[in-house]
């Protein structure tokens, strides 16, 4: 049986669905317009059950997961959704031991999920150059034990990135292009990159930059959610959906060698998809 113990987060749920994510606290109670909620009174209880505050108001105590982290950890910048981050963890290959390097720390949202997909024996490294981000983003990554697989640093990314052969990149920075050099020299043979950019005009900013890189699979994505209303007698979708939150940009870095069999592959995939002749493309310096 799971129980709630001190210093956990919980999720609390009113009866009208309202969600609050909480730190327990020996002898410190939750204040709320609902009534007070005293920790003692949860702290060793199990998930599940229902809590009542002081004026008997009830919430449902849960168990929060890494979504409802993102969504609801205190935060001083926009987040990266958690529809998003779920496809970042998974196209950059994120698991136990795997080292990546993700330059726009921002609040933290993503940070912990990066590490907790790396843990424990992966790590983080996480550039920022505002330093009054990085301190929410810490003190999120403290309350969460996440500390031992991130290490905040303080610096603009154009400086570029001190570990080498790492095996993923992400990228949440305006202008993501400009910081591709730097990320290309990070990365390991075969690492994974990838980008958040907002606009189509950066992606395409993004895409040119790759292009003229050793990156090879490039792929943009947007991730778009449509729930539905789970009423048996009346399942249609919602009213309302989770549509645009950015463009995702993929790509996997190789030997500076072997570029020109990818750009003969790419070039006449396109002529015959849009018509035309294959470009004839001179080999690079060191090509093959």
Not at 96 to 104: L, P, Q, V, Y
Request: glycine share 6%.
């Amino acid at each position: 049986m799971s129980l709630v113990k001190a210093h956990d987060p919980v999720l609390l749920i009113s009866e009208e669905g309202k969600r609050y994510l909480v730190f327990v606290q020996p002898d410190d109670s939750w204040y709320t317009n609902r009534g007070r909620l005293p920790y003692n009174d949860i702290i060793d209880q199990p998930y599940g059950r229902v809590a009542e505050t002081h004026l008997g108001q009830k919430f449902l105590i849960l168990r929060p997961t890494t979504s409802d982290l993102i969504q609801y950890l205190k935060r001083a910048t926009q987040i990266v959704y958690p529809k998003d981050a779920a496809r970042l963890v998974m196209e950059l290959d994120l698991r136990d031991g795997k080292r990546i390097i993700e330059a726009g720390t921002g609040s933290g949202g993503l940070t912990l999920a990066f590490a907790r997909a790396v843990a424990p024996s992966g790590h983080v490294y996480s550039y920022e150059v505002r330093p009054e981000h990085q301190r929410v983003a810490r003190r999120n990554l403290e309350k969460l034990g996440l500390t031992p697989q991130v290490d905040l640093i303080l610096r603009d990314a154009a400086e570029g990135f001190d570990q080498t052969d790492v095996d993923a990149v992400f990228l949440d920075a305006r202008e993501a292009a400009r910081y591709l050099p730097q990320a290309e020299a990070a990365l390991t043979e075969s690492g994974l990159f990838a980008a958040l950019q907002p606009t189509v005009g950066q992606v395409s900013d993004v895409l040119r930059a790759l292009e003229a890189g050793n990156f090879v699979e490039i792929r943009v994505e947007e991730i778009l959610i449509r729930p539905w209303k789970p009423v048996p007698d009346r399942l249609r979708p919602a009213d309302r959906m989770i549509a645009h939150t950015g463009y995702l940009i993929f790509a996997r870095k190789i030997d500076a060698r072997y570029r020109r069999f990818w750009m003969d592959k790419r070039d006449r995939k396109r002529a015959v998809q849009f018509g035309g002749k294959s470009k004839n493309i001179p080999p690079l310096k060191g090509g093959v």
